[in-house]
Nanobody, 114 residues
Framework: QVRLVESGGGLVQPGGSLRLSCAAS????????MRWYRQAPGKERELVAT????????DYADSVKGRFTISRDNDKNMAYLQMNSLKPEDTAVYYC???????WGQGTQVTVSS
């Protein structure tokens, strides 16, 4: 059974940082590109960042480029999203996803507010 479990969300002030984690099990982790998505209330789910299976290639939405960093540790079956210089518009539920599959985590809430 494949499981993706996100953690690390919370309440942070504008300009602050958070690091999200995604723990994967039940799949050959390094065979899958991993993605982070987010969904704000009343909005469609948005692709935030992608990392390939080996971890050497990454891609970001324009809205987070230069502020967010996606990474992975294939030895630990973990994916991460380091989020710096957070803005109120980054408030959303963040999900990790194994690309080209139906595997999603349950999401972790990120709230950026003073």
């Amino acid at each position: 059974q494949v499981r993706l479990v996100e953690s690390g969300g919370g309440l942070v002030q504008p300009g602050g940082s958070l690091r999200l984690s995604c723990a994967a099990s039940g799949l050959t982790f390094d065979e899958y590109a991993m993605r982070w998505y987010r969904q704000a209330p009343g909005k469609e789910r948005e692709l935030v960042a992608t990392i390939n299976g080996a971890g050497g290639n990454t891609d970001y939405a324009d809205s987070v480029k230069g502020r967010f960093t996606i990474s992975r540790d294939n030895d630990k079956n973990m994916a991460y999203l380091q989020m710096n210089s957070l803005k109120p518009e980054d408030t959303a539920v963040y999900y990790c996803h194994a690309r080209f599959t139906n595997y999603w985590g349950q999401g972790t809430q990120v709230t950026v507010s003073s």
